[in-house]
């Protein structure tokens, strides 16, 4: 069965979005998350204020979609040519969780310093250090539905043997994840594959002899 | 030998630095760090500004500088009675290295969650994440002399024998400080005692079986 084209009206509303989307994401690097106001959004794409309104209650919920929008896009922009990009960046089990967990860390090392996603990854985490209500979205719509990819790929770990069964994969995660983030977020050294995978290796070998 | 009063103009001197260091800090709790200037906080201090350019090159000497002056004010309040504050938190080491880190986090959650200090340190802290000449200034000044605390203490663990000899002191501190970081900073799930006991462990014992 053929598909029909879609109607004018639906494809004029994919590009306003679109437009929504770069403009809100543009303007929050430009003067910050505060001083960013739907009108402003609604004026740099070229849109009156109302259709904003109509798709998104608030400011906070265009960003966030906009992040989520431009996070798809990197991963369509990265994954090998032929394959299926994968809604929310499965980690991979190989069987060998060292290398899964590297694989993975190395993929978010190179998103961290893409300039693309650097700014409004930036502007959107600085607001969520002052601002609760905000973090609570960033948290629960962006952050913590990565980690849970981490959980589950600790979890089949800890069923495969390659992991100890008395942790908690929602901590453990932390001792590699968190030590990117702050470097990222603070600035306080350098990012590198070299890094993630010492983290790594750290981790699940435990700083105390053996 | 009795040593004589201050003169006035020393005794002025150290009031009109405290009235600024507290305008400072309200100042960028109140409207940020972006918007903060030399004007405002030396209306809100009651000095003229060019007492304030006498003392301090820009804003970002003034605000670390109050930021570094309300850290030594906290460590003074939670001193036991009759010890002697440590210029800069330095880490106890009784020999049991586990214990001794879990002490030092201890306080840190302590602090963390204090909300006189909360404010001023996520207004800091957001200002780094956006601007990065900004936090160059918060890594060598305030974060890195105490994460080099850490490193000391890793070493003397090292040749202890409490650690491995072949990890980097300055990478594996990041295994337990760097979580608690993350979930201050982004908000990413709730501190305590426990979790960063539990931190601890995993780190110096490892994720993997042993």
């Known amino acids: 069965m053929v598909q029909k084209p879609a109607p004018d009206s639906t494809r004029r509303s994919e590009k306003s979005r679109r437009a929504i989307y770069d403009a809100a994401l ?69 069987g060998d969780l060292a290398a899964d967990l590297k694989y993975v860390l190395r993929a978010t090392v190179d998103e961290l310093v893409d300039p693309k996603f650097e700014a409004p990854s930036r502007a959107l985490a600085a607001e969520g250090v002052v ?17 849970q990819l981490y959980v589950q790929r600790l979890r089949a770990a800890q069923n495969a043997g390659d992991l100890r069964r008395d942790i908690d994969p929602r901590i453990a995660l932390e001792l590699f994840v968190s030590p990117l983030a702050q470097r990222w977020l603070q600035r306080s050294g350098p990012i ?3 890094y993630t995978d010492t983290l790594v290796d750290y981790a699940l070998g435990g700083l105390a002899p053996r």
Chains 1, 2 share one sequence.
């Open 26 to 94: 543009a303007l929050v690097v430009e003067v910050g998350y505060a001083k960013a106001t739907i009108e402003g959004i609604a004026a740099r794409a070229g849109v009156g204020k109302q259709t904003i309104y109509r798709w998104w209650p608030s400011k906070a919920d265009v960003l966030l979609e906009a992040f989520l929008d431009l996070s798809e896009q990197y991963a369509e922009a990265v994954a090998p040519p032929g394959q299926e990009v994968q809604q929310e960046y499965g980690i991979p089990d190989t």
């Open 192 to 194: 590198s594959y070299e």
């Open 131 to 147: 601002d609760a209500q905000f973090a609570t979205q960033v948290v629960s719509r962006l952050l913590e539905p990565q980690l």
